[in-house]
């Protein structure tokens, strides 16, 4: 774990290191600790924690198919694993355990919420030239972030929506609605 948290510490401070040469050379050296946890270490979820963040690195360096190599097995939607949040809050709950079975549907829900508006934000870079698709998943997200108030929840992953939908706004030249959500941006990112 504390290898691992160094990795994290080396990416999140690797822009700091003088030419963009130095850089790699730290994102590389975060790499090569994930790889040494994922050979040593027999804690399943630190050594997939160790794989994603690998792929991250990889991915930040400009290398997507080593990304898509490493995690486009696990990621897999058919695997069981995606069934785990529900059967664990059901565990919870049969065995009396309902504050830690509430507890973890929050944070479950959560987590599933800031990953749909994130995909959502991806989604919409893929379809700038179709303005319909864009203009629904716009509809739909803007009701859920409504719902769950987002920009308060998770002000990060609300401004880059605003920020995302600026953009293809723009590049769908409509301006005044561009203009609109650098606004709704600015208002969060305050």
């Known amino acids: 774990p504390l290898l691992f948290q160094i990795a994290v510490l080396w990416v999140n401070h690797a822009n700091l290191a003088e030419g963009q040469e130095r850089q790699m050379e730290v994102l590389d050296k975060s790499a090569g600790l994930c790889s040494y946890i994922i050979s040593k270490c027999k804690e399943i979820s630190l050594c997939n924690d160790a794989v994603l963040f690998r792929a991250m690195i990889a991915l930040q360096c400009g290398r997507p198919l080593d990304t898509i190599d490493a995690v486009e097995d696990m990621m897999s939607p058919c695997h069981i694993i995606k069934q785990g949040d529900s059967i664990l809050i059901q565990a919870y709950q049969m065995a009396g355990q ?45 009701r859920i972030m409504e719902i769950y108030q987002l920009e308060y929840l998770h002000e990060n992953t609300a401004a880059v929506y605003q920020f995302q939908v600026a953009a293809v706004k723009a590049l769908q030249e409509d301006t005044q609605e561009a203009l609109n959500r650098l606004k709704k941006y600015v208002k969060i990112i305050k």
């Open 98 to 142: 309902n504050e830690k079975a509430v507890g973890y549907a929050q944070i479950s829900m959560y987590l599933l919420l800031l990953s749909l508006v994130t995909d959502a934000t991806l989604y919409l870079g893929m379809h700038v030239d179709e303005p319909g698709i864009c203009q629904e998943t716009i509809d739909r997200i803007d």
